[in-house]
């Protein structure tokens, strides 16, 4: 080979290498299309709706499917179990730490995040209850008539209920002729303000992040330590996906490990859905708007679908 040729050869080359780094690379997925629907379950209750729908619209602008199930809590975890739903981000923890120990024994999930601190999460009572001098668990019993022996509960075979039926049965605080009222968190509250409008003691379920603490005038009792915690059902709430999920799309387990939430915007999120009747994925992306700068932690080390930074996608989708 010749010098020219020799050195020919080598221009050549070089040019070849500046023009590959010049030119854009082709986009490098970072799931496989294995991932590109995540199902995410919704045990009815409106934080996790809220909370959903910012997940929802987030992962829409990052190209992804969000499919969001309607499921009971048991039922949600049991899908979990059999691969069903690949991500929870309602599990609050201690009320549902018996669902956790049954799928911790299967191997059955995988924490990803905690998604909220703060909340609480425990019986309450109405003004007309607070009257009374009601304040803590042992206080209901000497004013039995006037609650009609009820506590109002949420959605059969949540685990706030079998706390309630248990202690209800264990004969603690006197309770042991009262009745659970068990009904939907939207009926549950209804009726509690029904009795507020009456003038009538309610006891019922209350927990925050939620608009009920804005609508109606709670005192959360005390003495509950041995069924819902200390600090009044003081809570966390986890973000769970079904083992193995992080390992197959761990661009979206980033997604989801970088989600966390504060309870002033839970409870924005909830007023708009429940008093406003938005839409839940319309509440979200108009919040999201208001506050784009939350958009960089969400997003911190995340990219589409198909390799893009997620950050400018998710804000040129929400038009941001």
Same mark, same amino acid.
């Given at each position: 080979?010749?010098?020219?040729?020799?050195?020919?050869?080598?221009?050549?080359?070089?040019?070849a290498?500046?023009?590959?780094?010049?030119?854009?690379?082709?986009?490098?997925?970072?799931?496989?299309e294995?991932?590109?629907?995540?199902?995410?379950?919704?045990?009815?209750?409106?934080?996790?709706?809220?909370?959903?729908?910012?997940?929802?619209?987030?992962?829409?602008?990052?190209?992804?499917?969000?499919?969001?199930?309607?499921?009971?809590?048991?039922i949600?975890?049991?899908?979990?179990?059999?691969?069903?739903?690949?991500?929870?981000?309602g599990?609050?923890?201690?009320?549902?730490?018996?669902?956790?120990d049954?799928?911790n =024994? +299967?191997?059955?999930?995988?924490? /990803?995040a905690?998604? #909220? &601190?703060?909340?609480?999460?425990?019986?309450?009572?109405?003004?007309?209850?607070?009257?009374?001098?009601?304040?803590?668990f042992?206080?209901?019993?000497?004013h039995?008539?006037a609650?009609?022996?009820?506590?109002?509960?949420?959605?059969?075979?949540a685990?706030?209920?079998?706390?309630?039926r248990?202690?209800?049965?264990?004969g603690?605080?006197?309770?042991?002729?009262?009745?659970?009222?068990?009904?939907?968190?939207?009926?549950?509250?209804?009726?509690?303000?029904?009795n507020?409008?009456?003038?009538?003691p309610?006891?019922?379920?209350a927990?925050?992040?939620?608009?009920?603490?804005?609508?109606i005038?709670?005192?959360?009792?005390?003495?509950?330590?041995?069924?819902?915690?200390?600090?009044y059902?003081?809570?966390?709430?986890?973000?769970?996906?079904?083992?193995?999920?992080?390992?197959?799309?761990?661009? =979206? +387990?980033?997604f989801?490990?970088? /989600?966390v939430?504060? #309870? &002033?915007?839970?409870?924005?999120?909830?007023?708009?859905?429940?008093?406003?009747?938005a839409?839940?994925?319309?509440?979200?992306?108009?919040?999201?708007?208001?506050n784009?700068?939350?958009?960089?932690?969400?997003?911190?080390g995340v990219t589409?679908l198909?390799g893009?930074?997620?950050?400018?996608?998710?804000?040129?989708?929400?038009?941001?």
């Amino acid at each position: 080979m010749t010098f020219a040729r020799a050195l020919s050869g080598r221009r050549l080359s070089a040019s070849a290498l500046c023009l590959s780094v010049l030119l854009p690379l082709p986009a490098v997925a970072a799931d496989p299309e294995t991932c590109s629907t995540i199902r995410l379950s919704d045990p009815g209750w409106t934080d996790i709706t809220a909370t959903n729908a910012v997940a929802a619209v987030l992962l829409e602008g990052l190209g992804y499917t969000p499919e969001i199930r309607n499921l009971s809590v048991p039922i949600g975890y049991e899908a979990i179990r059999n691969g069903d739903i690949d991500v929870f981000l309602g599990n609050w923890m201690p009320a549902q730490q018996h669902f956790i120990d049954d799928l911790n =024994a +299967a191997n059955a999930v995988e924490v /990803l995040a905690r998604n #909220l &601190e703060g909340a609480v999460f425990t019986l309450a009572v109405n003004p007309a209850g607070a009257e009374l001098g009601v304040a803590d668990f042992a206080d209901l019993s000497d004013h039995a008539d006037a609650f009609n022996r009820t506590i109002y509960g949420i959605e059969p075979g949540a685990p706030a209920n079998e706390n309630i039926r248990n202690m209800i049965e264990s004969g603690d605080f006197d309770l042991s002729d009262w009745t659970l009222m068990e009904s939907g968190e939207q009926a549950m509250l209804a009726q509690v303000q029904r009795n507020d409008r009456a003038g009538r003691p309610a006891v019922f379920l209350a927990w925050a992040p939620h608009p009920m603490n804005t609508a109606i005038d709670i005192t959360y009792l005390s003495g509950g330590d041995d069924y819902f915690g200390p600090d009044y059902g003081g809570a966390e709430v986890f973000t769970l996906a079904r083992t193995g999920w992080s390992d197959e799309c761990p661009n =979206a +387990a980033t997604f989801f490990g970088n /989600l966390v939430f504060e #309870l &002033e915007m839970e409870n924005a999120l909830m007023g708009a859905i429940l008093d406003e009747g938005a839409d839940p994925q319309d509440a979200a992306r108009d919040w999201i708007s208001e506050n784009p700068a939350v958009l960089e932690t969400w997003l911190d080390g995340v990219t589409t679908l198909s390799g893009e930074p997620g950050l400018p996608a998710v804000q040129g989708a929400l038009g941001l």
